[in-house]
């Protein structure tokens, strides 16, 4: 059974970085496409950084873009989202996402590469596997 563990959050003042972890269990890093999502209070969760499965092509939300950095390393089986430049508006739990390659939509399966923008939760939550969330808070 694949699982998929987040850790790394934390409270951080505004303009400080956080580098947020995931593992996965049961199953091979490398055969994974792998994203981010984030959920603030009261609004929808949101897809904000995908990275493909040999790690050659990253995708970002426009509210991150500049910010924040997807990597992997595949022999550790462990994705990281290095977050600098934080602002208050990035307070939120941080999911990740894991979806076999062999059932993506395309390189990234999370991502739209014709719209350029993620695809809504709703459409992908039942798809591939995801983490318990960690929380980040951003003070002001």
């Known amino acids: 059974q694949v699982q998929v563990v987040e850790s790394g959050g934390g409270l951080v003042h505004s303009g400080g970085s956080l580098k947020l972890s995931c593992r996965i269990f049961?199953?091979?890093?490398?055969?994974?496409?792998l994203a981010w999502f984030r959920e603030a209070p009261g609004k929808e969760r949101e897809g904000i950084a995908c990275?493909?499965?040999?790690?050659?092509?990253?995708y970002y939300s426009d509210s991150v873009k500049g910010r924040f950095t997807i990597s992997r390393d595949n022999a550790k089986s462990t994705v990281l989202l290095q977050m600098n430049s934080l602002l208050p508006e990035d307070t939120a739990i941080y999911y990740c996402?894991?979806?076999?390659?062999?059932?993506?939509?395309?390189?990234?399966?999370?991502?739209?590469?014709?719209?350029?923008?993620?695809?809504?939760?709703?459409?992908?939550?039942?798809?591939?596997?995801w983490g318990q969330g960690t929380q980040v808070t951003v003070s002001s």
């Open positions: 996402a894991a979806t076999h390659a062999s059932r993506a939509r395309e390189e990234c399966h999370y991502y739209n590469t014709y719209a350029q923008e993620f695809l809504p939760h709703t459409l992908v939550r039942d798809t591939g596997h």
């Open positions: 049961g199953a091979k890093l490398e055969d994974y496409q």
């Open positions: 990275i493909t499965q040999h790690g050659v092509t990253t």
